[in-house]
């Protein structure tokens, strides 16, 4: 009687179980993560199933993956991009260091995933191999992209992706030859821990006969922990947010494999058991082109202290790259360092040949840096320069005019006058450089003149609202600001202009949200060296003030909130 009275009391609680969670709305955000999720738990469940079934073939295991990898072609990699070339070979030079010293003889063919988000690597039964450029982006060294290519090798080499294929076929109920139509996610998505912590460890011991050094492994694992802490910490900027992106896609990585800490505890009690030798590891010899990609992005992030040095780790292995170059030069600038900033444009210039946007911006670093000696700097670099120099004239006259001889901006002027149409872009540009050189009714002149011909032209009008502003002529300035058509730099320097300008009609707190929203947009702003060197006296002495103010009010909200 009991027993009954016990399962009549189970049967109850679970059909109430049941009613319950029928009723209860759950909200699930949609998210792009979701088949991974789905895949990763998923496949961390597969692989715990007990393999009954007989073990495929070598030659259909190289048959479903070779099936598998044509049908992931839209993962194929530019191979007109010389760079894609270049990490591609590198990567299959370095696969096949550790191949041969694998226990399974299966044709192994590595591939490049150029997906700066793609944190990854995976393999497909029968020796396919992919590694993805964010998971790269992330090594300093050739002994951790072993340890990667390694850790998938022995993935093969133990038959955990024939067996997850075969798993699949079971589960399914589909032939082996209709298994081409499994996802990609299938492979992406981790193993069980068992078979992941093997994959590391033999993957590492692989790597060792090889002749790399064990610590790849653990710096690879460590690399892989810093991307574990970021992805728990939620991104507190907009530049941060995109970094999430990458984020995203590793979250079922991370929800199917072994925690760091786990993983370089098990290599580090290898290295003690084994007794291997303490190498020194091997640079990352496509390393300067994610060095360069990530100084670039660090650029854009406003972060320039960082890009600087990336870009100038990437450019002493590769001394001569255009985009690394460039991304030094304009992280330098923004920094105030003139003179680096003009010697770095100036490799540039000899590098990638001239055009008149890296012209003037050596000739603007030469003017910042120096404005005295700028134009007997630029004048030589302009001699030797090749092809038509005409628009060299105007950055020449600018100069000229810094050290004291208006004479090239006279001719230059009358030659933008008589020229229908560069002749508004030459007029504007020379009426900066008055601005630089202090003459501001010739700068409002010129600058008017440009914009009364060239209204689109929001540059020339933000320069205008400049000398408008240094003429006391604040009500125009404030008219003209006023348009929303600038881009994201000229929107930050637009605020600055209408705070200056709003900070001279003593309308201090609508300056001060200003100030605030340039300098978010252009932290350069709080540079007192890099405003002095490109605007003027007033605009200085304005945005000094206003950092004071701002300062000032920020003390005084945080002791009353105290």
């Keep these: 009687m009991k027993h009954w009275i016990v399962l009549t009391a189970i049967a109850l609680l679970g059909v ?9 709305k759950v909200d699930v955000a949609a998210s792009p993560t979701a088949l991974l999720y789905l895949v990763a738990d998923t496949e961390r469940e597969l692989t715990r199933m007990p393999v009954t079934f007989t073990r495929m ?7 479903v993956g070779d099936q598998l990898a044509r049908l992931y072609t839209f993962r194929s990699p530019d191979k007109t991009d010389p760079e894609i070339v270049e990490i591609q070979r590198y990567l299959t030079e370095v696969g096949w260091r550790l191949a041969p010293r694998a226990h399974r003889r299966l044709p192994y063919q590595f591939h490049y995933i150029p997906d ?7 393999a497909l039964p029968g020796g396919h191999i992919y590694v993805g450029a964010g998971l790269l982006s992330l090594m300093d060294s050739e002994d951790e992209l072993a340890a990667v290519i390694g850790h998938e090798i022995e993935h093969i080499d133990h038959y955990h992706c024939a067996e997850r294929v075969q798993q699949e076929q079971a589960l399914r109920r589909i032939p082996l030859g209709e298994l081409v139509a499994l996802p990609v996610e299938v492979f992406e998505a981790g193993y069980n821990k068992d078979q992941e912590m093997e994959a590391d460890r033999e993957g590492t011991r692989l790597a060792v006969e090889s002749g790399y050094s064990a610590t790849g492994a653990i710096r690879m694992f460590e690399a892989f922990q810093r991307v574990y802490d970021d992805y728990l910490n939620p991104a507190k900027t907009p530049q941060q947010e995109l970094s999430q992106v990458a984020m995203q896609t590793i979250e079922g990585y991370f929800r ?12 580090r009690s290898l290295i003690a058991s084994e007794q291997w ?37 990437s450019l002493k292995v590769r001394p001569e790259q255009p985009t690394a170059l460039s991304v030094l030069a304009q992280a330098q600038f923004a920094q105030a360092d003139f003179s680096g900033a003009a010697a770095s444009y100036r490799k540039l210039l000899d590098v990638s040949g001239w055009t008149i946007e890296l012209a003037e911006a050596y000739a603007l670093s030469l003017a910042a840096a120096n404005p005295k000696t700028a134009v007997a700097e630029f004048r030589p670099w302009m001699a030797s320069a090749k092809g038509d120099t005409r628009d060299l004239q105007v950055p020449l006259a600018g100069l000229s005019l810094l050290s004291g001889d208006a004479t090239p901006a006279k001719a230059a002027i009358a030659a933008g006058r008589s020229h229908d149409d560069l002749g508004p ?25 440009a914009v009364q011909q060239r209204p689109d032209e929001v540059r020339l009008a933000l ?11 604040l009500a125009d300035a404030l008219q003209i600001l006023s348009s929303n058509s600038y881009d994201s730099v000229s929107q930050a320097e637009k605020s600055m202009a209408r705070a200056v300008a709003r900070w001279q009609a003593q309308e201090r707190d609508a300056a001060l949200g200003d100030f605030t929203a340039a300098v978010s947009g252009q932290p350069e702003w709080e540079n007192p060296h890099w405003v002095k060197a490109l605007y003027s006296p007033l605009v200085a002495q304005s945005v000094q003030q206003m950092q004071v103010e701002s300062e000032r009010r920020r003390k005084a909200l945080a002791a009353k909130v105290r």
């Design 116 to 122: 700066k988000y793609f944190v990854n690597a995976f």
């Design 57 to 63: 073939s070598d030659q259909d295991e190289i048959l």
């Design 425 to 449: 872009m030459w007029l504007g540009k020379l009426g900066w450089w008055s601005y630089l050189a202090g003459d501001y009714p010739a700068a409002a002149n010129l600058l008017g003149d």
């Design 463 to 473: 320069r205008l609202a400049w000398a408008w502003i240094e003429q006391r002529r």
């Design 16 to 24: 109430t179980a049941i009613v319950v969670s029928e009723r209860r």
């Design 256 to 267: 199917s494999h072994p925690l760091p800490a786990e993983r370089i505890a098990q290599v």
């Design 277 to 313: 030798p303490l190498r020194p590891e091997r640079d990352l010899a496509v390393g300067y082109i994610f060095w360069t990609a990530r100084a670039k992005d660090a650029l854009d992030s406003k972060k320039y202290q960082r890009a600087q040095q990336l870009s100038t780790q």
